[in-house]
């Protein structure tokens, strides 16, 4: 069945560096465009970076531009997010998910999401 | 704040009908791109409930209906049960952001 699971959350000082992975399975990884949420304790959903099937493309949300770095390995089926310069406002629930797709058209709509890692930034 | 903007919270009794709305602005839900909408239950990921605006993906049943008109979109839940009690998201893509946003989520009590 359809699996992302995340991984390589935990706490972590401000300033430092932390990677996060998705290992996908189940479907065919190398065909979907894959993204990074993230959901703060008690707050609403925030998407942070999107990535291209191919890895041709990529972009992120203005408050981790220049400091989160979104890549994937189609052959080990693997998403990654490296994290650095971590802020305290960085502290969320951060999931991997897919876009839900119309026949070969991206929609947009984030369809399959892994159960989260949590990054905690502090001192 | 967040770009799309939703009631924080509602409620319904068991059978009823609710409506929970998100407004949004010409760079995003009026611009034409597809409102798409989530359930998340306590301590799990977010469920894809609604896409392309009025969209049900498999298993979502049909009492659970979108729709969007202008810079506004809509997401009804007829026949209200316990187990819909949830935090609900919409979201689009904002074309000024270039970037995917969402709104603040509600809450939703069934009473």
């Known amino acids: 069945q359809v699996k992302l699971v995340e991984s390589g959350g935990g706490v972590v000082q401000p300033g430092r560096s932390l990677r996060l992975s998705c290992a996908a399975s189940g479907f065919a990884f190398r065909t979907f465009a894959m993204h990074w949420v993230r959901q703060a304790p008690g707050k609403g959903l925030e998407w942070v970076a999107v990535i291209w099937y191919d890895g041709s493309n990529e972009n992120y949300g203005d408050s981790v531009k220049g400091r989160f770095t979104i890549s994937r390995d189609n052959s080990k089926n693997t998403l990654y997010l490296q994290m650095n310069s971590l802020r305290a406002e960085d502290t969320a629930v951060y999931y991997c998910?897919?876009?839900?797709?119309?026949?070969?058209?991206?929609?947009?709509?984030?369809?399959?999401w892994g159960q989260g890692t949590m990054v905690t930034v502090s001192s | 704040q967040s770009v799309l903007t939703q009631s924080p919270s509602m409620s319904g009794a068991p059978g009823q009908r609710v409506t929970i709305s998100c407004t949004g602005s010409?760079?995003?839900?009026?611009?034409?791109?597809?409102v798409h909408w989530y359930q998340q239950l306590p301590g799990t990921a977010p469920k894809l409930l609604i896409y392309?605006?009025?969209n049900r993906p498999s298993g979502v049943p049909d009492r659970i209906s979108g729709s969007k008109s202008g810079t506004s979109a809509s997401l009804a839940i007829t026949g209200l049960q316990a187990e819909d009690e949830a935090d609900y998201y919409c979201?689009?893509?904002?074309?000024?952001?270039?970037?995917?946003?969402f709104g603040g989520g509600t809450k939703l009590t069934v009473l």
């Open positions: 998910a897919t876009e839900y797709m119309v026949g070969a058209t991206r929609s947009d709509a984030f369809h399959m």
């Open positions: 979201q689009s893509y904002d074309s000024s952001l270039s970037g995917w946003v």
């Open positions: 010409s760079s995003n839900i009026g611009s034409g791109h597809g």
């Open positions: 392309g605006n009025n």
